[in-house]
């Protein structure tokens, strides 16, 4: 089976002053069952990790370099991020590909990079609404999974995480049988590729414009294994009830 994630998108907010959200997050979902990762901004990594050395909460990156030093200004490494706590790396997030110009094939070799330094990849794919209202969300969705997942993949080291660009951030969300039409393909390819075994552990997570009032919905689809929440993981006020959602689903 595969696990129950409420992963937490900090993007690029947050200073000193937002660790407090960290300790208020571990109080408010002591006893949850879901997992629980929130990727902060780099700078705060070292900080996020030590707050929550003692609580079920994990600490994540927001990107990875391929390669492990060298120079890359700007860029950070996974023996970096390990170094600060991380325990796994969003990878492809749609901010990543339209900002920096991520391809499939750079996703799936940080990924591959991620993997190697036993950091759970958190492989980001999704359509635009152009490409939904031209009927090819299927089509993009199979090929970005395809193309973006690496072959090593396995339900402990690999997450795949289904964000709609259109969804992100703009309080629209798909109805539940878009996502469950979604995430059953998903799946289904998922099992083509690596067989049931493999692929029924993955979780894959849906992502854009989670909140408390529609998680518990969302968790009840077939084949959402969580979230990937942006804006409403900034406050624990917000997060801790989807957390508590998905725990109870
Ligand atoms: P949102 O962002 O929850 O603010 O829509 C989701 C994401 O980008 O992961």
Known sequence: MARKIAAGNWKMNGGSAALSELTALAEA?????????????????????????DTPIAIGGQDCHTASAGAHTGDISTEMLTDAGAMSVILGHSERRTDHGETDALVCAKAETALSANLTAIVCIGETLEEREAGQTLAVAGRQLAASVPASATGATCVVAYEPVW????????????????????????????????????????GGSVKSSNA??????????????????????????????????
Do not use: M, W
């Not at 979902?29 to 050395?53: H, M, N, Q, V, Y």
């Not at 969804?167 to 049931?196: M, N, S, W």
């Not at 969580?226 to 997060?239: I, N, P, R, T």
């Open 167 to 206: 969804a992100i951030g703009t309080g629209k969300v798909p109805t539940l049988e878009q996502i469950a039409e979604v995430h059953d393909f998903l799946r289904a390819e998922l099992t083509t590729r690596f067989g049931a075994e493999i692929a029924e552990g993955i979780s894959l997570l849906y």
């Open 29 to 53: 979902t002591a006893g949850a069952t879901a997992e629980i990762i929130i990727c902060p901004p780099a700078t705060l990594l070292s900080r996020a990790s030590d707050a929550t050395k």
């Open 216 to 249: 518990a919905d969302i968790f009840a689809v077939s084949n959402v294994d969580g979230a990937l929440v942006g804006g409403a993981s900034l406050k624990a006020a917000d997060f801790a009830p989807i957390v508590t959602a998905l725990s109870n689903s």
